[in-house]
């Protein structure tokens, strides 16, 4: 069994979980557009073209015949839908794509679908508008109140979010936000719907936590991870808590039901002073919050790999302990030292 | 020889250097006023009142004197005013503080300050003003152009930066900015003068570099080290190069000889596209920069170590290599577990 880690970025735990799991039985491959420390960590690496090059897809499908790799597995948003939409040419080469359903990713990568969908199956959403009109009516009409976030439609991490706390800053930081979208990678995908590029959304006060939902490759709800979130560090959970799942459980078979994804889903979650638990954000992929799950005695690589190999789910590897506290510690790492002649 | 590193805060690796240093011919204690994992890594460590509290450096001193700890070394900008302001309550109980003089460590604090003793001692300066209405009126006869930095003067890191592009985006983020130093910790320092807490500064184009000038505990120039920087992640250097010092040799020398800093100075400089070397920030501690820096052959921890033993300057220690590339690897660590009875 030979796994392929695309767009693996500088995930090198993901990496080393996986050789791990496959514990010399098969070789872990990565890939990635540019060179990384992570890269190097694998057992053989690629670089590739770029996710949105003709020459992408047919470049990883050779990559996976050459090497006799019998599974993808991706770390990037927005290689999910560009992998998922191919999803034949790989299944033809009998390479399997641990990667969700096309519909899914999309609606994941998208944080107004993300809203609409979510609201449509009954999860409590924070007020949430795709255009400024729509967002000051529901001020002036008392529905929503400042703080307002104004993130990016299409965004990633906290790249480009704002809080508004008054008319002036949400009218100011919405050009701006706009502006700033067209001046990025974002604007890719910003250019589907230009007018609806910036979602703003009320801002919830409480605890944020993080859910994964674990779904086996006949995308078939299995279980759920829950961590409370301590600290966040660029748009990444830093300091985390595992806690147990009971009151996240209805909401994540809610969302797996409908959403049908394979694997993991990594999303976050707020609940308010209330007590009422609202869903913000969904990625159909290993996230930043995993590790705080395979620290606390989960190994959901592991997992993936006897399903590819036709086992059972084994309970043994996705039991979490509880009360795990556990952060993102950082360690110094020479990627590379040129020759001084 | 016994070590304290106070505020040691996330800096693991600052711990594991001065315990490989000392190897075992003493102990590192670190302190914090909060748990973390950093903590947990050295000899022994303890708890502290907040830096602010009246009990902070008798606390210190008994603690000191408690362990036998011959001398202080402080990873925290914040911490380093407070200490230094004490040197003789240290001295007296023979206890080294291998911290900056009291002035220097204000001016590192203070980016006003940092701008103004900069721009004394001729070191080229990105125009800064610390009132909107001398920017506004920069701006209107042409002395600067958009886009301009708003910072808090008396910040830390990538918090509360902004950054505007028109005279709207400034007058609503420079209000928005006053306000958030305000309510959040900032407010303690930014209350020395509240009406000049927001530093408005010139965008530069071109490359960052950081660059480390060590001065001995005589606070004598002793030499620099040069790194360009790759990638940043939350206001820390991310990715870096080593390179050649000798176009920031003069510089350094410069800022040492004036500012009189103890051990390492940590300075954020930008090369514009004409080859002119400016100096932004000065911080006078180890910063996020000193991993590249020990990675590629440097050992300041254990010359730091040879001084108070009295010992002379070892050019081994030294020696950095150029065209070393690092990054800061992320590695999932658990900090705690409960019991689950």
Same mark, same amino acid.
């Given at each position: 069994?030979?796994?392929?880690?695309?767009?693996?970025?500088?995930?090198?735990?993901?990496?080393?979980?996986?050789?791990?799991?496959?514990?010399?039985?098969?070789?872990?491959?990565?890939?990635?557009?540019?060179?990384?420390?992570?890269?190097?960590? @694998?057992?053989?690496?690629?670089?590739?073209?770029?996710?949105?090059?003709?020459?992408?897809?047919?470049?990883?499908?050779?990559?996976?015949? *050459?090497?006799?790799?019998?599974?993808?597995?991706?770390?990037?948003?927005?290689?999910?839908?560009?992998?998922?939409?191919?999803?034949?040419?790989?299944?033809?080469?009998?390479?399997?794509?641990?990667?969700?359903?096309?519909?899914?990713?999309?609606?994941?990568?998208?944080?107004?679908?993300?809203?609409?969908?979510?609201?449509?199956?009954?999860?409590? *959403?924070?007020?949430?508008?795709?255009?400024? @009109?729509?967002?000051?009516? @529901?001020?002036?009409?008392?529905?929503?109140?400042?703080?307002?976030?104004?993130?990016?439609?299409?965004?990633?991490?906290?790249?480009?979010?704002?809080?508004?706390?008054?008319? @002036?800053?949400?009218?100011?930081?919405?050009?701006?936000?706009?502006?700033?979208?067209?001046?990025?990678?974002?604007?890719?995908?910003? %250019?589907?719907? %230009?007018?609806?590029?910036?979602?703003?959304?009320?801002?919830?006060?409480?605890?944020?936590?993080?859910?994964?939902?674990?779904?086996?490759?006949?995308?078939?709800?299995?279980?759920?991870? %829950?961590?409370?979130?301590?600290?966040?560090?660029?748009?990444?959970?830093?300091?985390?808590?595992?806690?147990?799942?009971?009151?996240?459980?209805?909401? %994540?078979?809610?969302?797996?039901?409908?959403?049908?994804?394979?694997?993991?889903?990594?999303?976050?979650?707020?609940?308010?002073?209330?007590?009422?638990?609202?869903?913000?954000?969904?990625?159909?992929?290993?996230?930043?919050?995993?590790?705080?799950?395979?620290?606390?005695?989960?190994?959901?690589?592991?997992?993936?790999?006897?399903?590819?190999?036709?086992?059972?789910?084994?309970?043994?590897?996705?039991?979490?302990?509880?009360?795990?506290?556990?952060?993102?510690?950082?360690?110094?790492?020479?990627?590379?030292?040129?020759?001084?002649?």
């Amino acid at each position: 069994m030979n796994i392929l880690l695309t767009s693996a970025g500088r995930r090198t735990y993901m990496v080393e979980y996986f050789k791990t799991a496959l514990n010399g039985s098969g070789k872990v491959f990565a890939s990635n557009s540019v060179l990384t420390h992570t890269l190097l960590q @694998a057992d053989e690496y690629v670089l590739t073209p770029n996710i949105y090059d003709d020459q992408y897809i047919s470049f990883l499908v050779e990559y996976c015949k *050459q090497k006799s790799i019998n599974a993808i597995i991706s770390l990037f948003d927005i290689d999910l839908p560009v992998l998922s939409k191919n999803r034949s040419v790989f299944e033809k080469e009998n390479i399997k794509l641990v990667v969700s359903n096309y519909e899914a990713t999309l609606i994941c990568n998208d944080k107004w679908e993300t809203y609409n969908f979510l609201k449509g199956i009954g999860i409590n *959403q924070t007020p949430s508008f795709i255009t400024i @009109a729509e967002a000051k009516a @529901a001020l002036s009409n008392g529905e929503i109140s400042y703080p307002i976030y104004l993130k990016p439609r299409w965004g990633m991490g906290s790249i480009g979010i704002y809080k508004a706390e008054n008319d @002036a800053e949400l009218d100011v930081l919405y050009k701006k936000l706009h502006r700033e979208i067209f001046d990025t990678y974002l604007k890719y995908e910003s %250019a589907a719907d %230009a007018e609806k590029s910036v979602i703003i959304q009320q801002a919830i006060k409480g605890q944020e936590y993080g859910i994964e939902i674990l779904n086996d490759l006949d995308c078939k709800y299995v279980t759920t991870f %829950a961590k409370k979130k301590i600290a966040m560090r660029s748009g990444e959970t830093d300091i985390a808590e595992t806690v147990d799942i009971k009151e996240f459980e209805d909401i %994540a078979k809610n969302i797996s039901v409908h959403l049908k994804h394979m694997a993991l889903l990594d999303v976050d979650c707020f609940k308010n002073n209330d007590g009422k638990i609202f869903v913000l954000e969904m990625n159909c992929r290993f996230g930043g919050q995993y590790p705080f799950t395979h620290v606390a005695g989960v190994d959901v690589p592991q997992q993936i790999i006897n399903w590819l190999n036709g086992k059972d789910t084994n309970w043994d590897l996705l039991h979490i302990q509880t009360g795990v506290s556990a952060c993102k510690e950082i360690l110094p790492t020479i990627i590379n030292k040129k020759l001084n002649i």
